[in-house]
């Protein structure tokens, strides 16, 4: 499963059908998994039988109880409905111009000339990106300690003794996993901390009508908004959000930008065709890249729900509290669904949209991804901006996917070569 996910995930398919059951860590009692469209439609849909929230509850030390990615309903919905206007698609074009300015910063590192591996390049862009857009960090200081404290706390290294059995995860003093974790965890709280109470101060000051300083950032939004009752975010609630935003959204935008860039260095037909589109003035091709790339190579591998009560799938029985996995990869490629499977052809969606529940690289349901606008636009500023000024080609053999957690990521980090294209194209 960790070697090989995609063709571990495609031969439980092939030899145990749409539904079965493995026991993996950290689902010791046994884990459903769906891998059929339809199967995963209803996981991922039927929302009383299946609940989202518990299945993340490994990660609540680390985000807090009060993070939308581990929460149960009702109070799941609560805070869906707080968080979700801020990431509207109308609301977040506005970031584009930010997006770019990132990205030319980061463009030195990645023009090499030599094999430069993308994902740990892409996984800089999009945290900073998120000290931007999310936070609202305009001061280049600010923005490096919030980096510096952030890399050292979401890094795997440090966020993989959540996967330790319980008594390994104690805090045994500094140089233990368990007091390394809570000593960054404490950083990251106590920066975040002070940047919402810096900020309530200013917005008070503002609705004084002292310094009105108009932020658009998804911080300043949630600050203000509200629910039906006129209750808005506490500290605590704002501070666990924040952190499951950068959980959630830093780690898998990089994934995603570090495949797309890796898939279309090794199948250059593709590429050079995406290149002439975008040339063009198009984004059409750009999209179906992105559709095409999130289809082979999903940065998440599934979306976790607990059964409410015994029930069924596709006429196998599932006990109350069991945790049911919707598997991603085996719908993605299943070559009733998809013809050539594995072929890289981002023509493919053009033509058609695919068949209800067939590609969910963002999930489903009341608990779709909020944060795939802001991905979205953030993938696609990126791929055209660096098209726009080299071409991405190999660097060595095509990288085979590993499971990090729940993120295929490339194996050697998505290495590419990229060649300077020049001039660049004036209509850019
Ligand atoms: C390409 C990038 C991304 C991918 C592939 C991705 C994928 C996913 C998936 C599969 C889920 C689970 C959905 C489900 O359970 O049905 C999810 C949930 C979530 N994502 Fe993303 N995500 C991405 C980027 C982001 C970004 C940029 C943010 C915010 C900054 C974000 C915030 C969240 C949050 C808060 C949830 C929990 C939603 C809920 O439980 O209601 N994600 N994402």
């Not at 063009?280 to 179906?288: E, I, V």
């Not at 058609?352 to 696609?380: H, K, N, W």
Request: net charge positive.
């Amino acid at each position: 499963m960790l070697l090989d996910p995609l063709g571990y995930g495609l031969a439980l398919r092939r030899e145990l059908g749409p539904v079965f059951s493995v026991r993996t860590f950290p689902y010791r009692a046994g884990l459903v998994c769906a891998a059929d469209a339809e199967v995963n439609r209803a996981v991922l849909t039927d929302h009383e039988r299946f609940v989202g929230g518990d299945g993340a509850a490994l990660l609540r030390p680390a985000v807090g109880a009060g993070s939308l990615i581990c929460t149960p309903p009702p109070r799941h919905l609560r805070h869906r409905k707080l968080l979700l206007p801020p990431f509207h698609g109308t609301r977040i074009t506005r970031w584009a111009q930010r997006m770019r300015e990132l990205v030319h910063a980061g463009l030195p590192a990645l023009l090499t000339g030599d094999g430069v591996p993308v994902r740990p390049w892409a996984q800089r862009l999009a945290l900073d990106v998120i000290l931007r857009v999310v936070f609202g960090l305009t001061d280049p200081g600010r923005a490096a300690v919030f980096r510096r404290a952030l890399t050292a706390f979401v890094g795997m290294d440090n966020l993989a003794v959540l996967f330790l059995p319980k008594p390994w995860q104690r805090d045994l003093g500094p140089l233990s996993p368990g007091g390394r974790f809570n000593r960054l965890r404490a950083t990251v709280r106590d920066l975040t901390r002070a940047e919402i109470a810096g900020r309530r101060a200013r917005s008070d000051r503002a609705a004084d009508g002292g310094d009105s300083s108009g932020r658009d950032d998804v911080l300043s939004l949630l600050l203000d908004a509200r629910d039906e009752q006129g209750a808005g975010l506490d500290d605590e609630e704002l501070l666990d959000e924040l952190t499951g935003l950068v959980l959630a959204g830093y780690e898998t935008t990089a994934t995603t930008i570090a495949w797309t860039l890796h898939l279309l260095a090794h199948h250059p037909t593709a590429r050079d065709a995406l290149i002439a589109d975008l040339d063009a003035g198009s984004d059409r091709l750009l999209k179906a890249t992105v559709k095409e790339s999130s289809r082979l190579r999903p940065a998440v591998f599934y979306a976790i729900r607990t059964a409410a009560h015994d029930t069924e799938l596709a006429g196998r029985p599932v006990p109350r509290h069991a945790f049911v996995a919707a598997l991603f990869p085996p719908v993605h490629l299943a070559p009733r669904l998809w013809p050539s499977p594995h072929a890289f052809q981002p023509r493919r969606h053009l033509d058609a949209d695919p068949p209800p529940y067939a590609l969910t690289p963002f999930g489903g349901g009341l608990r779709r991804c909020v944060g795939a606008p802001l991905a979205q636009l953030e993938i696609e500023t990126v791929l055209t901006e660096i098209l726009a000024r080299a071409v991405p080609a190999p660097a060595g053999p095509p990288e085979s996917a590993r499971l990090l957690s729940v993120t295929l990521v490339p194996a050697h980090g998505a290495r590419v070569r990229f060649h300077r294209r020049r001039p660049p194209p004036a209509t850019r």
